[in-house]
């Protein structure tokens, strides 16, 4: 009898930094992005966002709409799209790799769920492993049926994005997310698990995103800088243009009070949002072949990162609660747009600094460890 290798998880010297180093970088967009939801105690514009008046946080108002906002996740899922296509491609003629990645999907489902209630109900592992049961059956479609599915998508994606934001500018209380103004964290704790399972109507363009990740593993794009230069230009300017207006409104230059018109601007913000996501993805690219093997102390301390991407993102989750809910730390009653992203950056700088010291000692990041062990077949 033949014995058969078991699919394992990909040693350390075998990782590419194209990807680590993007997850690591694009963890302090998802910082500033999710940090501006815990402002509370007044009032809210446009996707939420509280309305500033002074010019330091109406500036940062207006960068985080216009590079941050919907533009990070959908990043992230493109990677994880190109992950499940590594995992994929290690034993394509084995069903093991197919059953561990519907396991792994799985799995980040009830992280998800674990994280949303307890921290953070703006969680997307849910939203990932959703999105991973759905790729599994997708792995042997054609190239071109991939795209076709991922530029139909864009129709519900548009659509959602349009109702959903659709507050108009200046509205007075929350319309979604009321849990991050709670006071009392009993019902805060009730809230979150309402708000986690709607949260996806906001999030549908992962799934674009993720689609083309997929279509890129393939052709191991991140591997391929010269192929990725026109993506690295344009993607980012079609996100920076898309989520323009909806910056200057934010930052209160340009007003808008009709509601067909902020519906069309939220829809555009969205879509093009996931193409700024991807450009993202393919500029660090760009930029890790630039770096080779010539990796100074930051660029390995953000590769560190991203290796542990899942444990820095849930870290990052436990440093906005303590420091920012109005059950604990309440700083997020008080700060400005300005001073929230100062923090977040903070925030996120302390999960770099953790994970380099895993990396030096030779660690894993604990939810990566057990995520391979729930997903992975013993030995």
Do not use: K
């Amino acid at each position: 009898m033949v014995a058969v290798e078991r699919l394992s998880p990909v040693g350390q010297g075998a990782r590419q930094l194209a990807p680590d180093l993007a997850r690591g970088i694009m963890l302090a967009l998802i910082a500033v992005a999710n940090s501006a939801i815990y402002l509370y105690g007044r009032p809210y514009g446009i996707r939420q966002h509280i309305v500033e008046h002074g010019w330091l946080d109406r500036l940062a108002s207006a960068v985080s709409m216009t590079v941050v906002d919907a533009r990070a996740y959908p990043m992230f899922a493109a990677l994880f799209g190109y992950g499940m296509v590594q995992i994929w491609n290690r034993r394509r003629d084995d069903a093991e790799g197919r059953r561990v990645l519907r396991r792994r999907s799985w799995w980040l489902l009830a992280f998800g769920a674990v994280h949303a209630t307890l921290l953070f109900s703006g969680d997307v592992l849910g939203v990932y492993g959703l999105v991973g049961l759905v790729l599994v059956r997708l792995l042997r479609v054609r190239d071109r049926t991939l795209l076709v599915l991922a530029a139909c998508w864009l129709v519900p994606v548009a659509l959602a994005s349009a109702l959903v934001f659709s507050t108009p500018d200046g509205a007075a209380e929350r319309s979604y997310f009321w849990s991050f103004a709670v006071e009392d964290p009993l019902t805060a704790l009730a809230l979150r698990p309402v708000e986690w399972v709607t949260g996806p109507l906001g999030m549908l363009g992962v799934g674009t995103a993720a689609l083309v990740g997929v279509w890129a593993g393939r052709r191991a794009l991140l591997s391929s800088p010269d192929r990725l230069r026109r993506a690295a230009l344009w993607g980012p300017l079609a996100g920076a243009a898309g989520g323009l207006p909806v910056g200057l409104i934010a930052a209160g230059v340009l007003t808008v009070h009709d509601p067909v018109v902020i519906m069309a601007l939220n829809a555009v913000h969205v879509v093009t949002g996931i193409a700024g996501g991807l450009g993202y993805a393919a500029l660090i690219g760009v930029l890790a072949d630039r770096i080779g093997r010539r990796r100074g102390p930051v660029v390995t301390a953000l590769a560190a990162c991203g290796q542990r991407s899942l444990t820095c993102y849930l870290l990052q989750s436990v440093g906005f609660v303590a420091l920012l809910s109005p059950y604990a730390g309440g700083l997020g009653g008080w700060l400005g747009s300005a001073a929230t992203v100062a923090l977040a950056l903070l925030v996120w700088a302390g999960t770099v600094v953790a994970a380099e010291v895993m990396r030096r000692a030779g660690a894993r990041g604990p939810a990566e460890v057990l995520l391979r062990r729930l997903a992975y077949p013993r030995r």
